[in-house]
DNA sequence: TTGCATAGTTTGCGACACAAACCTATTGGT
DNA sequence: ACCAATAGGTTTGTGTCGCAAACTATGCAA
């Protein structure tokens, strides 16, 4: 008898501070440049700046991104980066994400 | 210049009802075995009796799957099932998922 | 100095996920 | 027949969260 294919528990178990659409896309930006300020995610994911703010300190608060602010001249600027835990939970998630949509395949249309 | 590889728009867009752990189990097990009872949904995804009850309520009230209760001798059952609007939206949640995944590759671990 | 823009934080609110409590019906024990 | 216990679900209550509006602070222009 064949196991049933979709482990739940799996998915259930998906990093919810990852999963959470606002803050995946903090991420995933950050796993593509490395660095980025706060008006460029702001731009990128169209989020309004409270929005990005809140988001952007519970990824810091979990360890995931470090937030730096220096001055380029008299102009502060606010800046985030992956941790090396962050962008660990990211590889994670997008392997759990991925082993999903493995055993979906063939599935979902019939 | 290369456009910047995450569509954030399409992260966001993601839709929320499917994005949701429980829910996508729920959908995810009913997309491959086509018709389940409560009592298996509520096997399969561990989640409390109270907990699947309120999601597959949204779930149908979303038009994403149909409720059924039929009596099997003196027992009722309750069994859902996808509609084909649930699939669809299924498959396109996956879709989305897929090529974010698929953008991502090589970024994700340096 | 007054007004506007930029950069970001805090506050407030509506929605949500979750489990505990509850409800109803059936089964088993005596 | 009666009571307890179990099974199948639903409703209620609560803490958390995502989001935007409001606010703060700084810089620049006229």
Same mark, same amino acid.
């Given at each position: 008898?064949?196991?049933?294919?979709?482990?739940?528990?799996?998915? $259930?178990?998906?990093?919810? &501070?990852?999963? *959470?659409?606002?803050? &995946?896309?903090?991420?995933?930006?950050?796993?593509?440049?490395? *660095?980025?300020?706060?008006? #460029? &995610?702001?731009?990128? =994911?169209?989020? =309004?700046?409270?929005?990005?703010?809140?988001?952007? @300190?519970?990824? *810091?608060?979990?360890?995931?991104?470090? =937030? !730096? @602010?220096? #001055?380029?001249?008299?102009?502060?600027?606010?800046?985030? $980066?992956? =941790?090396? *835990?962050?962008?660990? $939970? #990211?590889?994670?998630?997008?392997? !759990?994400?991925?082993? &999903?949509?493995?055993?979906?395949?063939?599935?979902?249309?019939?």
């Amino acid at each position: 008898m064949r196991a049933f294919p979709i482990d739940a528990k799996a998915v $259930a178990s998906l990093d919810r &501070l990852l999963h *959470e659409p606002a803050r &995946l896309s903090i991420v995933a930006c950050l796993a593509v440049v490395d *660095e980025a300020d706060f008006v #460029f &995610l702001q731009a990128q =994911t169209g989020m =309004t700046g409270g929005n990005l703010s809140s988001h952007v @300190k519970k990824l *810091e608060q979990a360890g995931y991104i470090t =937030t !730096s @602010k220096e #001055f380029q001249g008299s102009k502060p600027r606010t800046s985030f $980066a992956l =941790t090396d *835990e962050g962008r660990e $939970a #990211f590889t994670g998630y997008l392997t !759990s994400m991925r082993s &999903l949509l493995g055993v979906l395949d063939g599935h979902a249309s019939k």
